[in-house]
T-cell receptor
Framework: NAGVTQTPKFQVLKTGQSMTLQCAQDMNHEYMSWYRQDPGMGLRLIHYSVGAGITDQGEVPNGYNVSRSTTEDFPLRLLSAAPSQTSVYFC??????????FGQGTRLTVV | QQQVKQSPQSLIVQKGGISIINCAYENTAFDYFPWYQQFPGKGPALLIAIRPDVSEKKEGRFTISFNKSAKQFSLHIMDSQPGDSATYFCAASRQGAQKLVFGQGTRLTINP
């Protein structure tokens, strides 16, 4: 039982490049979310999903896309990377009742 | 806007002492208040959570105190240990844990 698995752990991108951050969970949780963590700002919600085929925007969605074709997977796509997207990204999954479980994070640097 | 405000930003406590971290929220629709612990290079891990129908919840050395009228809640760590040194985040949400609003975090250091 791996929980929430994020890949890659580290990534360096050039401005304007695109990439996909992968997230998979094996707990059969309905809900999945993406957060970014920046110093002094806590974690901020980017996008979330309440089930396969259903996604919605969080607090800071600009520059990011998501889709949820299966219960297990919730990839986050950066369309055209910008230095402002340098951050640590966390994926989380949860049930309606109960806490959120976070992955180990992806540290992204955009140069 | 910052819907959940956390203080202090950093805290140093002697081993065996009590660590106290405070949070205040604005949205009265919030109905779930968890605390997360994060070690360097790791993801946040759920420590303890409370719902507004109770004023206190205790799990081992960790206690949440909740004041609905003041819109404040706090984490108390009793008999603090060096292994408790980490960053702690409070959070709040409506209808479960899929849309958490986090505080800014508190870096806790327990001196041996």
């Amino acid at each position: 039982n791996a929980g929430v698995t994020q890949t890659p752990k580290f990534q360096v991108l050039k401005t304007g490049q695109s990439m996909t951050l992968q997230c998979a969970q094996d707990m059969n949780h309905e809900y999945m979310s993406w957060y970014r963590q920046d110093p002094g700002m806590g974690l901020r919600l980017i996008h979330y999903s309440v089930g396969a085929g259903i996604t919605d925007q969080g607090e800071v969605p600009n520059g990011y896309n998501v889709s949820r074709s299966t219960t297990e997977d919730f990839p986050l796509r950066l369309l055209s990377a910008a230095p402002s997207q340098t951050s640590v990204y966390f994926c989380a999954s949860s049930q309606e009742a109960g806490g959120a479980f976070f992955g180990q994070g992806t540290r992204l640097t955009v140069v | 806007q910052q819907q959940v405000k956390q203080s202090p930003q950093s805290l140093i406590v002697q081993k065996g002492g009590i660590s106290i971290i405070n949070c205040a929220y604005e949205n009265t629709a919030f109905d779930y208040f968890p605390w997360y612990q994060q070690f360097p290079g790791k993801g946040p891990a759920l420590l303890i959570a409370i719902r507004p129908d109770v004023s206190e919840k205790k799990e081992g050395r960790f206690t949440i105190s909740f004041n609905k009228s003041a819109k404040q809640f706090s984490l108390h760590i009793m008999d603090s240990q060096p292994g408790d040194s980490a960053t702690y985040f409070c959070a709040a949400s409506r209808q479960g844990a899929q849309k958490l609003v986090f505080g800014q975090g508190t870096r806790l250091t327990i001196n041996p």
